[in-house]
């Protein structure tokens, strides 16, 4: 017992002297367990990057400080340096880039003559004008779906222009058109036109009104009907197509429809084109014309 109590203190002292050489850094292994776990148990330091990064990569490796780090993928898992240099190096271009991808397209149009085949039933001998000075125009437009479409239309070569400048003003208020063909697509018949809808200009017909027979201002292509539904003609008591009985009241607005002020009547207006929603006995909501006819 007096030979233990002796030698206690030298004990003691040696381990004293021992823990002041003991290093209090953790090492890199015990460094990496500290690390909180993500919820599926992989180390969320797999996935975030430190500034400490640098001083952590293997002398002479020859890696970067944005090499050696690591980047967290949508998953969670750790992304490879490529994945994470390329998320780093987006520039502001390439965003708008991908941004004008999703854009709408920009509007087009494209110019080309016709010929009496291609006029069909729309035209025949004795119309007040002939093919040669008849266009016929494609045309980008908004439809109802809120989509871009392409659609055709046949007017007469000296107001090409303007119908251009009307139709891209349109596309640009995004005003809904709900279809745009030749009336040579239905048989020359405006009645079979009006009921689906359609956007037409050239047809060799009569004007639908009272008095003598009188060339419509269609038939020289100096006219055009816009979503004629939306917009019918109101004469002698009838409502022309009968599909536009809905809207032979004319507030509230709904889309599509010609209105004073509007979008439709202004783009018209704007090139010099007369609106025949103006005509107090017999307003034709669907027609305008460069004659005022």
């Known amino acids: 017992m007096i030979a233990l109590a002796a030698t206690l203190p030298v004990v003691l002292a040696a381990c004293t002297s021992a823990s002041r050489h003991v290093s209090l850094t953790p090492s890199p292994s015990s460094r990496l367990s500290a690390q909180p776990s993500s919820p599926d148990g992989r180390t969320s330091g797999a996935g975030t990057t430190t500034s400490g990064a640098a001083s952590a990569l293997p002398s002479g490796s020859g890696l970067t400080p944005a090499q050696g780090s690591t980047a967290a993928s949508p998953d969670g ?26 854009a709408a397209p920009a509007f087009g149009s494209q110019i080309t003559t016709v010929t009496a085949a291609q006029l069909g039933a729309s035209w025949h001998s004795g119309c007040p ?6 266009r016929q125009i494609s045309l980008t437009y908004w439809g109802f779906d809120g989509t871009t479409h392409t659609g055709t239309i046949v007017v007469n070569a000296s107001v090409v222009s303007s119908v251009i400048k009307v139709f891209a003003e349109l596309y640009a208020e995004r005003f809904p058109i709900r279809r745009m063909e030749p009336v040579s697509n239905f048989g020359g018949s405006d009645d079979a036109s009006m009921a689906v809808d359609n956007t037409s ?13 009188a060339w419509s201002a269609h038939a020289y292509g100096e006219a055009i009907d816009v979503n004629t539904i939306e917009n019918p003609y109101l004469e002698g008591g009838k409502v022309l197509p009968p599909e536009g009985a809905p809207y032979a009241k004319r507030t509230p607005y709904r889309p599509g429809m010609a209105v004073a002020r509007g979008e439709l009547v202004k783009a018209f207006a704007a090139v010099g084109w007369s609106w025949g929603g103006r005509w107090a006995n017999s307003p034709d909501y669907q027609h305008f014309s460069s004659t005022g006819g």
């Open 77 to 102: 898992t750790a992304a490879s340096p490529a994945q994470a240099t390329a998320s780093a190096s987006a520039s502001p271009s390439a965003a708008r880039a991908t941004t004008s991808a999703t």
């Open 129 to 134: 004008v002939g093919p040669a000075q008849l």
């Open 201 to 213: 200009g050239f047809n060799c017909r009569n004007a639908v009104s009272q008095g003598p027979p």
